[in-house]
């Protein structure tokens, strides 16, 4: 079956610019992460939504960084006025039913952005 | 959740077993260990978990020490596709967020 998807796999924003990253979960996933990677580096936990819930926003660096997820399906990620330090792979995950130890998270490839 | 400790780098011969240890000695009892692997360009794939017992899946082995605060992830026989940054993970739950470290870096040498 079809996995999570990402949408564009690849940005580059100049800096100042605003960007907006997709992610497509599976179907009937009630549980949506934001993750974000530097390079070398693990991910880094940015926000969660149980269904269209925004249950945890914890890891958003900074109020630039925005996460909806309206329908409780399809989330977008906007980053206004983008700077260097924002350029990372932003990664998408999802998973079936919330709370229980069973489940897996299922990634998508990411988004790599880079701001020049 | 717990932190972890593993290697930073290790290399293992095609076809050989890859043991990749991992280190969580301040786990609670309510904590599983979870593994995660990245190969590269692609996002993170889950590959097994486990709470006290022993686990094998399709993928591979979890063996947690009796006190719990360490396991080893057993890749049986390593192929040049498991070549991957592997992360260990401790967390109440599977789908909660998850604190990924920096992982250790398998190479399968031919």
């Known amino acids: 079956g079809a996995g999570v998807s990402q949408s564009p796999r690849y940005k580059v924003a100049k800096r100042g610019q605003d960007v907006a990253l997709r992610c497509d979960p599976i179907s009937g996933h009630v549980s949506l992460f934001w993750y974000q990677q530097a390079l070398g580096q693990g991910p880094e936990f940015l926000t969660y939504f149980q269904n269209e819930a925004q249950l945890d926003k914890s890891g958003l660096p900074s109020d630039r960084f925005f996460a909806e997820r309206p329908e409780g399906s399809v989330s977008t990620l906007k980053i206004q006025r983008t700077q260097q330090e924002d350029s990372a792979v932003y990664l998408c995950?999802?998973?079936?039913?919330?709370?229980?130890?069973?489940?897996?998270?299922?990634f998508g490839p990411g988004t790599r952005l880079l701001v020049l | 959740d717990a932190k972890t400790t593993q290697p930073p780098s290790m290399d293992c011969a095609e076809g050989r077993a890859a043991n990749l240890p991992c280190n969580h000695s301040?786990?609670?009892?309510?904590?599983?260990v979870y593994w995660y692997r990245q190969i590269h360009s692609q996002g993170p794939q889950y590959i097994i978990h486990g709470l006290k017992n022993n686990e094998t899946n399709e993928m591979a082995s979890l063996i947690i020490t009796e006190d719990r605060k360490s396991s080893t992830l057993i890749l049986p026989h390593a192929t040049l596709r498991d070549t991957a940054v592997y992360y260990c993970?401790?967390?109440?739950?599977?789908?909660?967020?998850?604190?990924f470290g920096t992982g250790t870096r398998l190479t399968i040498i031919p």
């Open positions: 301040t786990i609670s009892g309510n904590e599983y």
């Open positions: 993970i401790v967390a109440n739950f599977g789908n909660e967020k998850l604190t």
């Open positions: 995950a999802s998973s079936e039913i919330g709370g229980r130890a069973s489940e897996t998270q299922y």
